[in-house]
Nanobody, 120 residues
Framework: QVQLVESGGGLMQPGGSLRLSCAVSGTFFSINTMGWYRQAPGKQRELVATITSGDSTNYADSVKGRFTISRDKAKNTVTLQMNSLKVDDTAVYYC??????????????WGQGTQVTVSS
């Protein structure tokens, strides 16, 4: 059974940095696109950043230049480095991965979410 387990997050002052990590475990054939999404209270879940299996990245305009997504294919992990944090970055952050099973079926998986709070 495939699982996505997130770590990192917490409370940080504006201007500070946090690092989120997500590890994929279980049995599967390959991982395609991985990404991070976030959901603030009262708002819809939104894309933060994605990275393809070819390491092409895509960022929401609101985080460009401040956040960096990366992945380690050998360890099946994806990381989100968040710098120059703003109060508006406060949200629950979710890891996402598009995974191909050993039967070559493609399915989207989500982590359980980790809280990021930016406050002075």
């Amino acid at each position: 059974q495939v699982q996505l387990v997130e770590s990192g997050g917490g409370l940080m002052q504006p201007g500070g940095s946090l690092r989120l990590s997500c590890a994929v475990s279980g049995t599967f054939f390959s991982i395609n696109t991985m990404g991070w999404y976030r959901q603030a209270p009262g708002k819809q879940r939104e894309l933060v950043a994605t990275i393809t299996s070819g390491d092409s990245t895509n960022y929401a305009d609101s985080v460009k230049g401040r956040f960096t997504i990366s992945r380690d294919k050998a360890k099946n992990t994806v990381t989100l480095q968040m710098n120059s944090l703003k109060v508006d970055d406060t949200a629950v952050y979710y890891c996402n991965a598009e995974i191909q099973s050993v039967l070559f079926r493609l399915r989207e998986y989500w982590g359980q979410g980790t809280q990021v709070t930016v406050s002075s």
